[in-house]
């Protein structure tokens, strides 16, 4: 009888078009399965917390996978940190119940986007650098208003196929690191296809007082992509916490 197992793990995006398996181009998924078959010696399939963008990077992205094979947990854990490549990091191993699965028993996802007001070449792979001035408090005030709405259509990539466009955002602000570096944190149930970059991208316009509050307001409800902002970097876009 097969057991079903999780996976906690972070990776760096940079070199992978994201998390889920491309026909044209290497992600972290086809990775993590080619390891684990190598491992486990049999095809091997794992489903995700979620789907990570293009050069998007995790902390802690959640996955599982069955298996009839007799496993032990550390030691899978250990090896498949011997043969993945050096920027994915497997976290844990743990045998769960049947019933849990990565992406629907998830209750919630929270995100991180860097960035960083001066020139630092020390942040700039995972920071996007922003050379004009923010209004970090208007910017925080247009945050609060996304957690009293549910419908996120306006910051939906077009022409993807999902069936609602509703999320329950419970909490989106700016936290200040130091005096040149920020970033913002957003946390929802679920999260639709390069929502947060836009979102991010809108909350810029706010903060350089290009967009104000009732434009805004304007903006999500219109559930149109083109009255958004434009779609951040993904360099600077990590997937922090899955909650379950």
Same mark, same amino acid.
């Given at each position: ?11 760096? #995006? ?35 917390? #979620?789907?990570?963008?293009? #050069? ?77 001035? +923010? ?10 208003? +996304? ?65 104000? +509050? ?24 990590? +997937? ?5």
């Amino acid at each position: 009888m097969s057991k079903r197992y999780f996976i906690f793990l972070g990776y760096d #995006g940079k070199n992978y078009h994201g998390w889920q398996v491309q026909p044209n181009g290497n992600s972290v998924q086809a990775e993590l399965q080619k390891a684990l078959s190598i491992l486990l010696r049999q095809p091997i399939e794992v489903v995700g917390a #979620g789907r990570t963008d293009a #050069g998007v990077h995790a902390v802690d992205m959640a996955a599982h996978f069955d298996t009839d094979l007799p496993i032990d947990c550390d030691q899978l854990c250990y090896k498949l940190n011997r043969l993945l490549p050096c920027d994915i990091s497997v976290r844990t191993v743990s045998e769960v119940s049947p019933d849990m699965h990565a992406r629907f028993s998830a209750k919630a996802r929270t995100y991180y986007y860097y960035i960083h007001t001066w020139k630092d070449p020390f942040v700039r792979q995972h920071s996007c650098f922003i050379h004009y001035q +923010l209004d970090f408090d208007l910017m925080n005030e247009a945050g609060r208003m +996304l957690t009293t709405y549910s419908d996120f259509g306006a910051f939906c990539k077009t022409h993807t196929d999902v069936k609602t466009t509703l999320c329950q955002v419970s909490r989106a602000e700016w936290e200040r690191i130091d005096d040149h570096h920020y970033r913002f944190v957003i946390t929802a149930n679920r999260f639709l296809r390069n929502m947060v970059r836009a979102v991010v991208g809108t909350l810029i316009d706010v903060g350089r007082h290009r967009v104000s +509050l009732d434009q805004l307001r304007e903006i999500i409800e219109s559930g149109k992509r083109t009255e958004a902002g434009e779609s951040m970097p993904a360099h600077a876009l990590f +997937l922090q916490k899955v909650e379950y």
